[in-house]
């Protein structure tokens, strides 16, 4: 049998080679690293990024897909705001499975392995002519977390002149987010909680049903958050003769197309939310589909979450 030629093996030898490799540590490189984390609720972390391609070709409507490290799961998150000029996104994440803890378990100066975006396609309303877009007056519905990608559409077409309302509803006041930042990118913040800890006692539809009737005339709504929140919100809007844009970014598991998680039904065709969308004409979707859908993975993601709660308890 011929050997082969070594040249590492005949100048350094086996034995150094390998204890020269083992005194090596492995080194971490962020390439997207966090630039600020806030907590807006105990569950609800909103956190900036550096990732300056990505802030640069952004639109409102749009998600990104972040990929914590190299064993992590890639997890497909709207985009709360951008900046290209300090090249910037920010995201806001909800704990809910042990994916999402994990990104909320990193601080400033830790960073996410990769990336990737803008994905989805932008929001409608950045095609339409600025005229146009002037003579309209949009009506925001946002539930929970749901508030944070409202942000970024509400503050684009603010910045360009069109009348912007915003509802922002949750079951409680601890659990609202946003006030501050939205309260200076719309015409008009309406508050809205469950419990009416915060102003109007009731659901948003509620809300809505009584902006309309005191003479608001709005031209569009747009709802972001719970699926059931945005059922009875399109059921709303249809009632009163309002047309109605849904964002289904909940739905996203893959982010690109290829798994099939969030395949529903808009105007009795099959689309992916994440490539066809992520929103859609209300009226057309299939929201009892959708609902389902959503649900098909709480049992995995139930077994992780207690999985990940085990690991840090012994930590």
């Not at 146009?132 to 409202?150: N, S």
């Amino acid at each position: 049998m011929t050997n082969i030629y070594n040249p590492f093996q005949k100048t350094f030898g086996i034995e150094r080679k390998n204890r020269i490799f083992a005194r090596l540590k492995p080194i971490h490189v962020f390439m997207y690293p966090i630039l600020k984390k806030e907590m807006l609720t105990p569950t609800i972390c909103r956190m900036e990024v550096e990732a300056p391609r990505l802030a640069r070709a952004a639109a409102p409507g749009q998600f990104l897909i972040v990929l914590p490290d190299e064993k992590g799961e890639r997890i497909p998150l709207t985009i709360s705001d951008y900046d290209a000029a300090r090249g910037t996104v920010t995201i806001v994440t909800q704990k809910i499975g042990a994916s999402s803890a994990d990104i909320i378990a990193k601080e400033p100066g830790d960073g996410f392995r990769d990336v990737v975006g803008p994905l989805g396609l932008p929001s409608d309303f950045v095609n339409i002519p600025l005229e146009e877009l002037r003579k309209q007056h949009y009506i925001f519905i946002a539930g929970g977390v749901g508030t944070a990608p409202v942000y970024p559409q509400a503050k684009w077409l603010h910045e360009r002149g069109v009348k912007v309302d915003v509802i922002i509803g949750a079951k409680t006041k601890d659990l609202l987010i946003y006030k501050e930042e939205m309260a200076s990118v719309c015409d008009a913040l309406h508050i809205c909680t469950d419990d009416g800890s915060e102003g109007f006692h009731g659901m948003v539809t509620a809300l809505l049903e009584k902006l309309v009737a005191e003479g608001r005339n709005y031209t569009q709504a747009v709802a972001i958050g719970p699926m059931i929140m945005m059922k009875f919100t399109t059921l709303t809007c249809k009632k009163l003769g309002l047309p109605c844009i849904v964002s289904l970014n909940t739905l996203m598991v893959d982010g690109t197309g290829m798994c099939g998680a969030c395949r529903v039904t808009v105007g009795g065709k099959t689309r992916f939310a994440c490539v066809d969308g992520p929103e859609f004409d209300g009226y057309e979707v299939d929201f009892d589909e959708a609902m389902r859908r959503q649900r098909q993975y709480m049992t995995e993601e139930k077994e992780a979450m207690e999985h990940h709660e085990c690991k840090i308890g012994r930590a």
